[in-house]
């Protein structure tokens, strides 16, 4: 049976993200989007909330179990308080989620723990191609078998900062299936190529990455000779990144009923319009049905049931109502969400991006 009480931990920790989301990441998102980079002590103390340590089993280093619908909570507060410097504060989630879901015992005894200490850690993933109709379940980048390891050829992009990074989680096709590598970064055939500037979330920095015959060991591969299940891993992306939809369209919302409300025309609020009130009520109602959604297969998730289905509906739903919901905020402002004085066409451009970032957030 459903409830939607939060336990004291869970609104405790909402309370928190929502606090640094506020103080930190609020304040400087237009700085970040214009250097292209998240300010270190922002990112510092991101992680110093132990976010991901908390999803991260005790005996290699962390302190909690990992819980899709814990994770959907707080990742609708970093949404509503900047996409991408949240990005950037997620990026290690990439690596070092999919281990300690899937990866072998010596696979999470060698890497996991480096994500418990204190600085923030140098991984990330190399999921998504530059392809048209990007699919993860049916890659370009291969992987061949050899006498003693494997043999990756592809080209990444929207890496996020790979120019930096130590480790990469690289997806790549082997026979008929997806699966993944551990790969250090200083590996010979890795070439990190030119930042990708993204229309939205500008604060990541994004690169494209080119394998040329990078060998790497037997042991790289996610999870042994077991590997990984790209659709179970799939179902976490989407119900990461349908919270954070969630988290923007909120914001959005918010700012626009704000707006509404101090706005007059004609000698009364613009909220007092119907066209005006309609539009935010069906704003609220679009977001409120989204979230649920997306509590629904983090339900079903982390009670070890089949949440492939909901997963996509929730992604699939959360696509739309954030593009929705962010250009109602743009039409509810008028002139004045069309430019840069006001948050909302950034969130906007925001909101679009959700489509095309299939693997680019885990939590």
């Not at 070890?304 to 909901?310: F, G, I, K, M, V």
Request: aromatic share 10%; with cysteine.
């Amino acid at each position: 049976m459903y409830s939607f009480d939060l336990t004291s931990e869970q609104r405790m920790l909402v309370d928190t993200v929502h606090r640094y989301a506020a103080q930190k990441l609020r304040p400087g998102f237009r700085a970040a989007e214009a250097a292209g980079s998240v300010p270190p002590d922002v990112v510092q103390t991101g992680w110093e909330l132990g976010l991901l340590p908390g999803s991260i089993d005790a005996e290699y280093g962390g302190f909690g179990d990992y819980s899709a619908l814990t994770s959907a909570l707080y990742l609708e507060e970093l949404g509503w308080g900047d996409v991408g410097m949240a990005l950037h504060l997620l990026t290690p989630n990439l690596f070092a989620l999919p281990i300690a879901l899937f990866g072998t015992k010596e696979q999470k005894e060698q890497h996991l723990p480096r994500f418990c200490e204190e600085e923030f850690p140098r991984a990330s993933a190399a999921l998504v191609e530059p392809v048209y109709q990007f699919d993860p379940a049916a890659l370009a980048t291969t992987v061949t078998k050899e006498e003693d390891g494997y043999v990756i050829d592809g080209v990444k992009t929207l890496a996020p900062l790979a120019q930096e990074a130590e480790w990469f989680l690289v997806y790549a096709r082997e026979g008929d299936l997806t699966q993944a590598f551990i790969v250090a970064a200083d590996t010979p055939g890795i070439r990190i190529g030119d930042p990708v500037t993204m229309m939205g979330a500008q604060a990541l920095a994004t690169y494209t990455v080119t394998f040329e015959q990078v060998r790497v060991p037997r042991s790289a591969r996610l999870g042994g000779l077991k590997g990984l299940r790209i659709d179970r891993l799939l179902t976490v992306s989407r119900i990461s990144l349908a919270a954070m939809a969630v988290g923007q369209a909120r914001a959005a919302y918010e700012y626009a009923l704000n707006y509404a409300k101090e706005r007059e025309a004609f000698g009364e609020p613009i909220a007092h319009r119907q066209s005006i009130a309609f539009m935010l009520a069906n704003m609220r109602i679009e977001l409120e049905a989204t979230r649920l959604l997306c509590w629904e297969a983090a339900y079903k998730f982390d009670n070890r049931e089949d949440a492939t289905h909901s997963a996509v509906l929730a992604k699939h739903y959360a696509d739309r109502m954030v593009l929705e919901v962010t250009d109602s905020a743009v039409q509810i402002l008028g002139g004045h969400g069309y430019v840069r004085d006001h948050p909302v066409e950034m969130w906007l451009r925001n909101g679009r991006g959700f489509a095309a970032w299939d693997g680019l957030v885990m939590a």
